[in-house]
């Protein structure tokens, strides 16, 4: 997979993209994430990538022609003339596993990262193919957006993440919240792990674990109930508590 973000701001993922997970999957080539500063695309000897909105306002709006030209020029030299561009911007559709899911289909996607008041029209009308928000409040742009939205594309990949159980197990992957976690010590200040997680009867640990993802999901996030896959025994237990 490539990834190409758009931004003024590039030295903002050198930390983010150098470790962990994200860090792992570019070492392998299993991902390619490019990182291109827009004012290469400005305008004139000052590389001007902003002018004041036409009708009076407060602020600066982010100009379509290095936006356009720097899309075409990626476009190019990746030879995918049919790659999405994806404006990150609280007007989009909220980000979500599903959508992190889909994303990670993908061979190619380019992110915009908006700054300043805002960006010209034009690009949400006639270059964006889908914008994205990753939730209901204001940034001062668009690059931590985009490191979410990587983050949460890149482990979905084969073979990034150790085991590919893992994000299965995640939460919010089937529509629940993850199960409780436990770990040595099996006594901690009296705290005692549960018992059936000791048994070493493996249907029993996942029927547990499934009870108190369904449970967990049910008292901290009830809305994502609706779109979860729960069986009828399932749907009594939401029933009695």
């Keep these: 997979m490539r990834i190409d973000i758009l931004t003024l701001f590039p030295s903002m993922f050198s930390g983010p993209f150098d470790e962990s997970i994200v860090n792992r999957a570019i070492d392998r080539n299993l991902v ?27 602020g600066m709006l982010m100009k379509p022609e290095p936006l356009f030209e720097a899309t075409a020029a990626i476009k190019k030299e990746s030879a995918n003339p ?12 909220v980000f979500n596993q599903g959508i992190a ?3 990670a289909t993908l061979d190619q996607f380019i992110l915009i990262c ?12 006639h270059l964006a193919t889908d914008e994205i928000s990753i939730g209901d409040y204001v940034l001062t742009g668009g690059e931590p957006a985009a490191i979410v939205v990587v983050d949460a594309v890149v482990r979905q990949l084969p073979g990034v993440l150790g085991s590919e159980e893992s994000a299965k197990d995640d939460s919010h992957t089937g529509s629940l919240l993850e199960y409780p976690q436990y ?13 059936v997680l000791l048994s070493g009867d493996h249907a029993k640990i996942a029927k547990w674990r499934r009870e108190q993802a369904i449970l967990r999901t049910l008292s901290r996030r009830p809305d994502l109930l609706d779109k979860a896959n729960l069986s009828p025994e399932e749907r009594k237990l939401i029933s009695h508590n």
């Design 114 to 125: 908006g700054h300043y008041e805002g960006i010209d029209e034009r690009v949400r009308e």
């Design 183 to 195: 770990t040595r010590p099996q006594t901690y200040e009296g705290w005692e792990v549960p018992e």
């Design 32 to 58: 390619s994430i490019m990182i291109h500063n827009l004012r290469d695309w400005g305008i004139g000897k000052h590389r001007v990538v902003d002018d004041y909105p036409f009708g009076g306002g407060t």
């Design 101 to 103: 899911a889909e994303l």
């Design 82 to 93: 049919s790659a999405p561009v994806i404006l990150l911007s609280p007007q989009g559709r």
